[in-house]
């Protein structure tokens, strides 16, 4: 009695089941990118034109002006270190310029901390122009309460000049969050304006020098 030979049904469905190894293509493409966002960094990674990724932005806060955005943050934090500090603390420390100072270095932790960081996550390069220091170490803090300490010592006497002007039977320190934000806004566009304009006649010097 003769053996029926074995039948497989995975023989024949080979003869026309095409042989496909586009999948490991597949694989290794991915495997690239997976290697080149790990490696990417600042030096191999291409720019891309800003107007070009506002193209892709749909939030109506990217529409907001920058400087309007700028100036409209530090107001905010500006009227509220008035609030929480001059008024807030204004009934526990007695000494004036006690709270003058503990108010100047609220004012330059609110903005190394708060306000800076904001502008950094913001994440245009136009922001820095409307910073003292347009960086992130760990020594920005140091200098950021010693100027604001400096801003609220011209902040107290801008106070002291209108109060004698206007009203001088009264030379009280007499603030509110609002015309504070304003007044101590003023004063720091000034310094960063000052400090701006020291950088670009230094970094034309050094372009001149280069020629």
Not at 51 to 75: G, M, Q, T
Not at 167 to 180: A, L, S, Y
Request: net charge positive; aromatic share 18%.
């Amino acid at each position: 009695m003769s053996k029926k030979p074995k039948y497989s049904p995975n023989e024949n469905l080979k003869k026309y089941v095409k042989k496909d190894d586009s999948y490991k293509q597949g694989y290794t493409l991915h495997k690239d990118a997976i290697d080149a966002l790990v490696t990417a960094n600042k030096e191999n990674t291409p720019k891309v034109d800003e107007n070009e990724i506002k193209a892709y932005k749909h939030d109506k806060f990217e529409k907001i002006p920058v400087w309007l955005k700028a100036l409209f943050v530090k107001f905010w934090f500006n009227g509220a270190v008035c609030f929480f500090f001059i008024w807030g603390l204004g009934m526990y420390i007695t000494g004036f310029w006690d709270l003058v100072l503990v108010t100047g270095l609220a004012m330059g932790a609110v903005t190394d901390i708060l306000v800076n960081n904001l502008f950094f996550f913001f994440g245009d390069e136009k922001y820095k122009k409307w910073m003292l220091i347009p960086v992130k170490k760990f020594w920005t803090l140091f200098v950021y309460l010693i100027y604001s300490c400096v801003v609220m010592v011209v902040v107290v006497y801008f106070y002291e000049g209108v109060n004698l002007l206007f009203n001088p039977q009264n030379t009280g320190f007499n603030v509110e969050p609002i015309t504070f934000g304003l007044i101590y806004l003023a004063v720091d566009l000034i310094f960063v304006w000052l400090k701006n304009l020291v950088v670009k006649i230094i970094n034309d010097a050094r372009e001149k020098a280069a020629l």
